[in-house]
């Protein structure tokens, strides 16, 4: 779980080295997840594709939200929205009460079934090919955050892994507040809610509990949104590996 500083965007990382309920890790420089990649510089570019060898990019964002921007990126990009078209800017945001906003993060995941299918099944063809992929939406921590907690789950990450990768999207949270403060989509109406809006792990903790209780868990809600036994299994035999060997003197 390595944080990329990049000029552009600013929650960036890698989503390996996530130990798993058997001893394992995830394996790093294959999975990132990010904010928005519209303001990124060309120096930025060398570090996601040429450094990094960022394969693929996947948009979780709506259209409208992508629609301001002319987006140039040398590789392949997709865009699945997690959220219903059309109502984001027209809707109040949602509390920031981990027990409700681990609510909210179910419903959005339930309704985004075909985003999870279309970036898991990118995912698993990636990871086979030996291309790393990047996934994003605006902000890089409620959307990001749940495709991330539901991939991590999905490969035996603990919740308490998932949960301290889940609150690094604290790092940088006043600078992509500032960041998102330019489109009017992402304007706060509330005069009540604090400019700044840190996460704490017990929404993500809370949303992987209510996953479990009412959607069987990770491997069950991928099955049933169309996510192939194959495909899980590519994951689960890539995207996890044996932890370094500890070299004595």
Known sequence: MTAIELQGAYNVRDLGGLRTKDGRITRPGVIYRGDSLDS?????????FDKLGVGTIIDLRTK????????NFPVPRFRYSVLIEGRLGHEPFPSDDPVELAKVYLSNLDVGRAAVKGTFDII????QAGVATLFHCA???DRTGIIAALLLGLVGVTDGQIA???VQSNRNARRVTKKLAENPLYANHDKDRPEVILLHERSIIGFMKLLREQFGGPRQFCLESGVTEETISVIEENFVIAPPTLVRP
């Open 40 to 48: 990124i510089t060309p120096a930025d570019s060398k570090i996601l």
């Open 64 to 71: 409208a939200e992508t629609e301001l921007t002319e987006l």
């Open 124 to 127: 698993a063809a990636n990871l």
């Open 139 to 141: 902000a890089g921590r």
């Open 164 to 166: 301290i990768d889940y």
